[in-house]
């Protein structure tokens, strides 16, 4: 049994998608940073040829005013109730503001490389993280399709501590969005704090977050599957694949999302855990961190192949290159569970062993995110503590990193460890074996 893992074609959902109608400010014109990545053909990297990439970045983080003046549609964690008395009304009142990249969001990109910082002081308010995406240019988002195929970054994430995560992952997009202020994000935990879902606001039923200054939930939810190729920090790193059905974009209303907003995860249509590697949890603990086989307090990349055809995704294999030396992915060595690469076989002796609900597929991604963040949820505990935290850290499964359990609390890490950031450099994609010279692991 392979990977049930439908590849999907992109126009097929974009042509149920209404017409969005969001309306675009004016104030300040909106220049995207420019990040060069290589697309390589033929073997072991030797025939990669540069591509001109550019960035942009999510519509939750932006400014949201009102269309015909200065007034906030949103202001910290609530929207203007007369500007947004109803989610139509809102829509039709309120322009999304162009960025200044650097300034505000603290997000600069240079040649081949971008760098996302933690906590930006800006003239009007203080940014807490980002979420971009490559596009292909001012208008396409780029698409990759993974089967057949590897991906290759690397990274550097000596600087950032427990409770936050450097991500680097697909989702199901749009090709295209209204002049891509109102990316139509969604993600495997079906999206609920998103400003906009589907070209309108998500103001209805709004509830605003009780730890998070500038976060809420909608009544709606946006989903499609998730592949997160990398969800890390300098302690922990996890890839995990998620599936939905559809796999698709798709909406969702209250407690018919699930995943990370409900106490019942499980009752939408994602597999809110996914499928994880993090060699910490498979019983790998000297493999991943500073002064370990993988050291963290370094660049490395970090390559990871997608094996199979079509639509038929078989394999997932990740490998890192560390000082020209190619490092395999571990063997776990906590009973039960066998191998160094992504299979079904093998997320399903995960889920027997760990005791946990997932999906049945895993899903494919397309469009390429890239993001800083911390967990207003669980303090990323689940990708590099012990989770949950009132579980036996010897139960298999529990024990993910050695971050302690009293990490990661949002306001502690947003003033202690404000300067953290990551580095994404020299993105490569093309054929399994065309972005890096494999010799020597396995
Ligand atoms: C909400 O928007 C209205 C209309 O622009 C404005 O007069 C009012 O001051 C705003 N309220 C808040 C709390 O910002």
Redesign the pocket.
């Known amino acids: 049994m392979g990977f049930s893992f439908a590849l999907r074609v992109i126009t097929a959902f974009l042509s149920t998608r209404q017409i969005a109608a969001q309306l675009i400010g004016k104030e300040q014109t909106e220049v995207h940073p420019k990040l060069q990545w290589k697309r390589c053909t033929g073997k072991g990297g030797n025939s990669c040829s540069n591509v001109a990439g550019e960035l942009v970045i999510d519509a939750n983080w932006r400014w949201l005013h ?1 269309k015909d ?1 200065y ?3 949103y ?1 910290g964690n609530k929207w ?4 947004c008395p109803d989610n139509k009304k809102c829509t039709a009142n309120c322009a999304l503001e162009g960025e200044d990249y650097s300034k505000t969001y603290g997000i600069t990109a240079g040649s081949n490389a971008l760098t996302l910082k933690f906590v930006t002081k800006g003239q009007y308010s203080t940014n807490i993280g980002s979420r971009v995406y490559l596009m292909k240019d001012a208008s396409n988002y780029e698409i990759f399709k993974l089967i057949g195929n590897e991906f290759t970054f690397d990274v550097d994430l000596s600087q950032l501590p427990c409770g936050l995560n450097g991500a680097l992952y697909f989702v199901s997009m749009p090709q295209k969005d209204m002049e891509l202020r109102v990316r139509s994000y969604c993600d495997a935990q079906c999206a609920r704090d998103l400003k906009y879902i589907n070209g309108e606001t998500n103001s209805e039923g709004w509830e605003p977050s009780s730890n998070d200054a500038n976060a809420g939930v909608g009544r709606k939810g946006a989903c499609c599957a998730e592949m997160d190729i990398w969800e890390a920090n300098s302690i922990s790193t996890a890839l995990t694949p998620h599936s939905c059905q559809p796999e698709g974009y798709s909406v969702c209303t209250d407690t018919g999302c699930g995943g990370t907003y409900l106490l019942d995860r499980y009752a939408g249509t994602c597999d809110a855990n996914g499928c994880d590697f993090n060699p910490f949890r498979v019983g790998v603990t000297d493999f991943y961190g500073k002064g370990m086989t993988v050291d963290t307090s370094k660049p490395f990349t970090v390559v990871t192949q997608f094996l199979g055809s079509g639509a038929n995704l078989q394999e997932i294999k990740r490998f890192y290159v560390q000082n020209n030396v190619v490092i395999a992915n571990p063997e776990p060595t906590i009973p039960g569970i066998f191998g160094n690469s992504l299979t079904q076989d093998w997320c399903d002796r995960e889920k027997e062993v760990f005791q946990e609900e997932y999906g049945e597929g895993h899903g494919d991604g397309t469009g390429a995110c890239m993001s800083l963040w911390d967990d207003h949820y669980a303090n990323m505990l689940w990708l590099d503590s012990n989770y949950p935290t009132d579980a036996d850290p010897s139960k298999p499964g529990v024990a993910r990193g050695s971050c302690d359990v009293g990490s990661g609390v949002p306001a502690d890490v947003e003033s202690q460890n404000a300067n953290a950031q990551v580095t994404f450099s020299n993105v490569k994609f093309g054929p399994v074996g065309s972005t890096f010279a494999q010799s020597g692991g396995t």
């Open positions: 009102a003046g007034s906030n549609c202001d203007n109730t007369t500007l």
